[in-house]
Protein backbone atom coordinates (compact mmCIF):
# COMPACT_ATOMS: atom_id res chain seq x y z
CA UNK A 1 0.00 0.00 0.00
CA UNK A 2 2.58 2.44 1.01
CA UNK A 3 4.30 1.81 -2.55
CA UNK A 4 1.36 2.81 -4.65
CA UNK A 5 0.61 5.39 -2.64
CA UNK A 6 4.02 6.82 -2.99
CA UNK A 7 3.38 6.32 -7.10
CA UNK A 8 0.07 8.19 -6.59
CA UNK A 9 2.04 11.10 -4.98
CA UNK A 10 4.61 11.15 -7.73
CA UNK A 11 2.20 10.88 -10.24
CA UNK A 12 0.28 13.64 -8.70
CA UNK A 13 3.34 15.87 -8.44
CA UNK A 14 4.79 15.51 -11.57
CA UNK A 15 0.72 16.32 -12.76
CA UNK A 16 1.10 19.67 -10.98
CA UNK A 17 4.56 20.20 -12.17
CA UNK A 18 3.36 19.79 -15.89
CA UNK A 19 0.28 21.90 -15.42
CA UNK A 20 2.62 24.85 -14.20
CA UNK A 21 4.71 24.19 -16.99
CA UNK A 22 1.68 24.31 -19.05
CA UNK A 23 0.44 27.64 -17.78
CA UNK A 24 2.79 29.72 -16.78
CA UNK A 25 2.93 32.88 -19.36
CA UNK A 26 5.70 32.44 -21.57
CA UNK A 27 8.62 35.49 -21.34
CA UNK A 28 7.80 35.94 -24.97
CA UNK A 29 4.12 37.33 -24.61
CA UNK A 30 2.96 34.75 -26.56
CA UNK A 31 0.31 34.20 -24.13
CA UNK A 32 -1.03 37.64 -24.66
CA UNK A 33 -1.16 36.75 -28.04
CA UNK A 34 -3.39 33.34 -27.48
CA UNK A 35 -6.19 35.11 -25.46
CA UNK A 36 -6.00 38.42 -27.30
CA UNK A 37 -6.95 36.39 -30.40
CA UNK A 38 -9.32 33.78 -28.95
CA UNK A 39 -11.35 36.50 -27.18
CA UNK A 40 -11.10 38.80 -30.53
CA UNK A 41 -12.66 36.15 -32.74
CA UNK A 42 -15.36 35.87 -29.54
CA UNK A 43 -16.27 39.17 -29.87
CA UNK A 44 -16.18 40.17 -33.47
CA UNK A 45 -18.37 37.20 -34.12
CA UNK A 46 -20.79 38.85 -31.25
CA UNK A 47 -20.73 42.02 -33.03
CA UNK A 48 -21.49 39.82 -36.58
CA UNK A 49 -18.44 40.41 -38.12
CA UNK A 50 -16.59 38.17 -40.03
CA UNK A 51 -14.26 35.87 -38.44
CA UNK A 52 -13.22 32.45 -40.96
CA UNK A 53 -10.21 34.19 -42.22
CA UNK A 54 -9.11 34.90 -38.59
CA UNK A 55 -9.99 31.51 -37.72
CA UNK A 56 -7.29 30.25 -40.64
CA UNK A 57 -4.50 32.06 -38.75
CA UNK A 58 -2.10 29.20 -36.14
CA UNK A 59 -2.22 32.58 -33.64
CA UNK A 60 1.65 31.01 -32.74
CA UNK A 61 2.04 32.75 -36.01
CA UNK A 62 1.16 36.15 -34.82
CA UNK A 63 2.40 38.22 -32.08
CA UNK A 64 0.33 40.20 -30.41
CA UNK A 65 1.56 43.04 -28.20
CA UNK A 66 -0.02 46.48 -26.97
CA UNK A 67 2.26 49.15 -27.02
CA UNK A 68 1.98 53.06 -27.01
CA UNK A 69 1.33 53.92 -30.56
CA UNK A 70 1.76 57.65 -31.22
CA UNK A 71 -0.98 57.97 -34.54
CA UNK A 72 -2.44 54.10 -35.41
CA UNK A 73 -4.97 52.25 -33.82
CA UNK A 74 -2.75 49.19 -34.66
CA UNK A 75 0.56 48.43 -36.83
CA UNK A 76 1.71 44.93 -38.10
CA UNK A 77 5.14 44.34 -38.71
CA UNK A 78 5.33 41.15 -41.59
CA UNK A 79 8.91 40.88 -41.19
CA UNK A 80 8.83 39.85 -37.45
CA UNK A 81 4.76 38.62 -37.94
CA UNK A 82 3.76 40.93 -35.09
CA UNK A 83 0.76 42.69 -34.37
CA UNK A 84 1.11 46.01 -32.54
CA UNK A 85 -2.22 47.33 -31.13
CA UNK A 86 -2.54 50.89 -29.54
CA UNK A 87 -2.84 50.73 -25.51
CA UNK A 88 -6.14 52.19 -26.04
CA UNK A 89 -7.55 49.58 -27.44
CA UNK A 90 -6.26 47.13 -23.65
CA UNK A 91 -8.55 46.78 -21.19
CA UNK A 92 -8.75 49.54 -18.76
CA UNK A 93 -5.31 50.64 -21.04
CA UNK A 94 -3.22 48.44 -18.74
CA UNK A 95 -2.02 46.42 -22.05
CA UNK A 96 -3.17 42.96 -20.86
CA UNK A 97 -6.11 41.96 -22.61
CA UNK A 98 -8.09 43.53 -25.23
CA UNK A 99 -11.00 45.94 -24.46
CA UNK A 100 -14.54 44.93 -25.62
CA UNK A 101 -15.00 45.86 -28.65
CA UNK A 102 -18.19 47.69 -28.62
CA UNK A 103 -16.69 50.47 -26.63
CA UNK A 104 -13.90 50.67 -29.51
CA UNK A 105 -15.12 53.34 -32.00
CA UNK A 106 -16.08 52.05 -35.45
CA UNK A 107 -12.66 54.06 -37.09
CA UNK A 108 -10.59 51.92 -34.37
CA UNK A 109 -12.34 48.55 -34.91
CA UNK A 110 -12.20 49.32 -39.16
CA UNK A 111 -8.19 49.66 -38.53
CA UNK A 112 -7.93 46.77 -36.83
CA UNK A 113 -9.36 44.94 -39.43
CA UNK A 114 -7.10 46.94 -41.94
CA UNK A 115 -4.15 45.33 -39.67
CA UNK A 116 -6.01 41.52 -39.37
CA UNK A 117 -5.86 41.22 -43.08
CA UNK A 118 -2.44 41.99 -43.15
CA UNK A 119 -1.79 39.36 -40.81
CA UNK A 120 -3.86 36.90 -42.79
CA UNK A 121 -1.80 37.05 -46.02
CA UNK A 122 0.93 37.67 -44.06
CA UNK A 123 0.11 34.35 -42.70
CA UNK A 124 -1.28 32.71 -45.96
CA UNK A 125 2.01 33.47 -48.30
CA UNK A 126 4.83 33.04 -45.67
CA UNK A 127 3.20 30.77 -42.34
CA UNK A 128 1.73 27.78 -43.91
CA UNK A 129 2.52 25.38 -46.33
CA UNK A 130 -0.36 26.22 -49.05
CA UNK A 131 -1.56 22.91 -49.60
CA UNK A 132 -2.89 23.05 -46.27
CA UNK A 133 -4.92 25.97 -46.43
CA UNK A 134 -8.74 25.89 -46.65
CA UNK A 135 -9.85 25.89 -50.16
CA UNK A 136 -11.58 29.62 -49.60
CA UNK A 137 -7.89 31.05 -48.32
CA UNK A 138 -6.22 28.61 -51.68
CA UNK A 139 -8.31 30.50 -54.09
CA UNK A 140 -7.03 34.27 -52.07
CA UNK A 141 -3.25 33.34 -52.44
CA UNK A 142 -3.78 32.41 -56.34
CA UNK A 143 -5.75 35.45 -56.89
CA UNK A 144 -3.40 37.83 -55.00
CA UNK A 145 -0.60 36.05 -56.60
CA UNK A 146 -1.71 36.31 -60.10
CA UNK A 147 -2.40 39.99 -59.35
CA UNK A 148 0.72 40.50 -57.82
CA UNK A 149 2.62 39.22 -61.34
CA UNK A 150 0.62 41.87 -63.69
CA UNK A 151 -1.95 44.32 -61.97
CA UNK A 152 0.52 45.27 -58.98
CA UNK A 153 3.56 44.90 -60.81
CA UNK A 154 3.82 47.60 -63.89
CA UNK A 155 2.30 50.46 -62.30
CA UNK A 156 1.97 54.10 -62.81
CA UNK A 157 1.84 56.29 -59.35
CA UNK A 158 0.74 59.16 -58.48
CA UNK A 159 3.65 61.47 -57.52
CA UNK A 160 1.23 64.01 -55.99
CA UNK A 161 -1.33 62.39 -54.10
CA UNK A 162 -3.90 65.05 -54.51
CA UNK A 163 -3.14 65.45 -58.98
CA UNK A 164 -4.67 62.34 -59.45
CA UNK A 165 -4.55 63.08 -63.24
CA UNK A 166 -0.51 63.13 -63.58
CA UNK A 167 1.40 60.20 -63.22
CA UNK A 168 4.29 58.31 -63.50
CA UNK A 169 5.26 54.28 -64.15
CA UNK A 170 6.82 52.24 -62.41
CA UNK A 171 8.29 48.44 -62.48
CA UNK A 172 8.07 47.17 -58.69
CA UNK A 173 10.32 44.78 -57.00
CA UNK A 174 8.36 42.00 -56.04
CA UNK A 175 8.51 43.34 -52.29
CA UNK A 176 6.85 46.25 -53.51
CA UNK A 177 3.85 44.82 -55.51
CA UNK A 178 3.29 42.68 -52.32
CA UNK A 179 3.30 45.50 -50.28
CA UNK A 180 0.61 47.29 -53.15
CA UNK A 181 -1.77 44.52 -52.93
CA UNK A 182 -1.39 44.29 -49.03
CA UNK A 183 -2.48 47.72 -48.72
CA UNK A 184 -5.26 47.88 -51.44
CA UNK A 185 -6.90 45.22 -49.85
CA UNK A 186 -6.10 45.90 -46.19
CA UNK A 187 -7.84 49.70 -47.22
CA UNK A 188 -10.62 47.74 -48.82
CA UNK A 189 -11.27 45.66 -45.74
CA UNK A 190 -11.19 48.34 -43.54
CA UNK A 191 -13.71 50.34 -45.58
CA UNK A 192 -16.23 48.00 -46.03
CA UNK A 193 -16.10 47.13 -41.96
CA UNK A 194 -16.56 50.69 -41.41
CA UNK A 195 -19.31 51.66 -43.62
CA UNK A 196 -21.27 48.55 -42.24
CA UNK A 197 -20.82 48.96 -38.84
CA UNK A 198 -21.76 53.08 -39.69
CA UNK A 199 -24.71 51.61 -41.49
CA UNK A 200 -25.98 49.43 -38.53
CA UNK A 201 -24.74 52.57 -36.16
CA UNK A 202 -28.42 51.63 -34.50
CA UNK A 203 -28.06 48.59 -33.48
CA UNK A 204 -25.72 46.34 -31.50
CA UNK A 205 -23.38 44.75 -33.95
CA UNK A 206 -23.93 44.46 -37.80
CA UNK A 207 -27.20 42.79 -38.85
CA UNK A 208 -28.84 41.69 -42.48
CA UNK A 209 -29.16 43.63 -45.72
CA UNK A 210 -31.98 45.20 -47.01
CA UNK A 211 -32.69 46.74 -49.84
CA UNK A 212 -32.21 50.12 -48.86
CA UNK A 213 -28.97 49.59 -47.28
CA UNK A 214 -27.72 48.14 -50.18
CA UNK A 215 -28.97 50.70 -52.07
CA UNK A 216 -27.01 53.09 -50.15
CA UNK A 217 -23.41 50.99 -49.72
CA UNK A 218 -23.30 51.07 -53.69
CA UNK A 219 -23.86 54.24 -53.66
CA UNK A 220 -21.21 55.39 -51.04
CA UNK A 221 -18.69 52.21 -52.63
CA UNK A 222 -18.71 54.17 -56.40
CA UNK A 223 -17.93 57.15 -54.20
CA UNK A 224 -15.15 56.19 -52.39
CA UNK A 225 -13.70 54.17 -55.64
CA UNK A 226 -13.79 57.67 -57.93
CA UNK A 227 -12.59 59.53 -54.53
CA UNK A 228 -9.51 57.77 -54.29
CA UNK A 229 -10.29 56.52 -50.29
CA UNK A 230 -9.58 52.81 -51.79
CA UNK A 231 -6.47 53.31 -53.21
CA UNK A 232 -3.12 51.82 -52.11
CA UNK A 233 0.38 52.77 -51.82
CA UNK A 234 4.07 51.48 -50.93
CA UNK A 235 7.22 52.45 -49.46
CA UNK A 236 9.64 52.18 -52.03
CA UNK A 237 12.64 49.83 -51.75
CA UNK A 238 14.93 51.74 -53.87
CA UNK A 239 16.93 53.71 -51.85
CA UNK A 240 17.01 56.89 -54.41
CA UNK A 241 13.07 56.29 -54.85
CA UNK A 242 13.04 56.70 -51.06
CA UNK A 243 14.78 59.80 -50.87
CA UNK A 244 12.30 61.16 -53.08
CA UNK A 245 9.31 60.04 -51.21
CA UNK A 246 8.95 57.68 -48.09
CA UNK A 247 5.24 56.43 -49.82
CA UNK A 248 4.02 56.22 -53.34
CA UNK A 249 0.35 56.76 -54.05
CA UNK A 250 -1.16 53.85 -56.72
CA UNK A 251 -2.89 55.66 -59.63
CA UNK A 252 -6.99 55.09 -60.30
CA UNK A 253 -5.93 52.90 -63.20
CA UNK A 254 -3.72 50.34 -60.47
CA UNK A 255 -6.76 50.31 -57.85
CA UNK A 256 -9.03 47.76 -56.33
CA UNK A 257 -9.86 45.43 -59.25
CA UNK A 258 -13.80 44.33 -59.84
CA UNK A 259 -12.43 40.62 -58.82
CA UNK A 260 -10.21 41.59 -55.64
CA UNK A 261 -13.22 43.50 -54.34
CA UNK A 262 -15.32 40.25 -54.94
CA UNK A 263 -12.75 37.63 -53.71
CA UNK A 264 -12.60 39.83 -50.84
CA UNK A 265 -16.06 40.77 -50.07
CA UNK A 266 -16.80 36.52 -50.88
CA UNK A 267 -13.93 34.82 -49.00
CA UNK A 268 -12.90 37.49 -46.43
CA UNK A 269 -16.06 39.18 -45.39
CA UNK A 270 -18.10 36.38 -45.73
CA UNK A 271 -20.85 38.51 -47.64
CA UNK A 272 -23.58 37.53 -49.34
CA UNK A 273 -23.67 36.33 -53.27
CA UNK A 274 -25.86 39.59 -53.82
CA UNK A 275 -23.29 42.50 -52.36
CA UNK A 276 -20.29 40.40 -53.92
CA UNK A 277 -21.96 40.88 -57.60
CA UNK A 278 -22.81 44.54 -56.84
CA UNK A 279 -19.70 45.23 -55.64
CA UNK A 280 -18.05 43.48 -58.92
CA UNK A 281 -20.35 45.82 -60.75
CA UNK A 282 -20.20 49.08 -59.12
CA UNK A 283 -15.88 49.25 -59.01
CA UNK A 284 -16.25 47.99 -62.64
CA UNK A 285 -18.46 50.84 -63.67
CA UNK A 286 -16.18 53.68 -61.62
CA UNK A 287 -12.46 52.14 -62.01
CA UNK A 288 -10.12 54.06 -64.65
CA UNK A 289 -10.04 53.08 -67.74
CA UNK A 290 -8.90 55.77 -69.56
CA UNK A 291 -5.00 54.77 -69.16
CA UNK A 292 -3.38 53.02 -71.93
CA UNK A 293 -3.01 49.15 -70.42
CA UNK A 294 0.44 47.83 -68.98
CA UNK A 295 1.97 45.03 -70.06
CA UNK A 296 2.48 42.14 -67.45
CA UNK A 297 5.45 40.61 -65.89
ZN1 LIG B 1 -1.74 48.78 -43.94
Not at 75 to 104: Q, T
Request: net charge negative; aromatic share 10%; proline share 5%.
Amino acid sequence: MPGTLKWILALLLLGLVLGVIRFAPRADGSDVTVNTWANLIEQTEALGLPTRFLKEIDPDFVTVAFEDLRTYAAEYHPEEHRMILNLRLSFNKAGGALMDLDRMTHHDISLLYHELLHAYLDYIFHGSDPVALRPQSRQVLAVAQEQMRCHYRFVRITPIRQRRETTEMRFLSKDDAWEVLNETWAVFVGWQIWTKLEQHREGKGVGPWTEPLLDEWKALLAKANTSGALLGYYEPDDPEERQVARKRFIAPYNGLTPKGARLLLDLVLEEPDEVVKAAGTVIKDTQDVTAEQLPCE
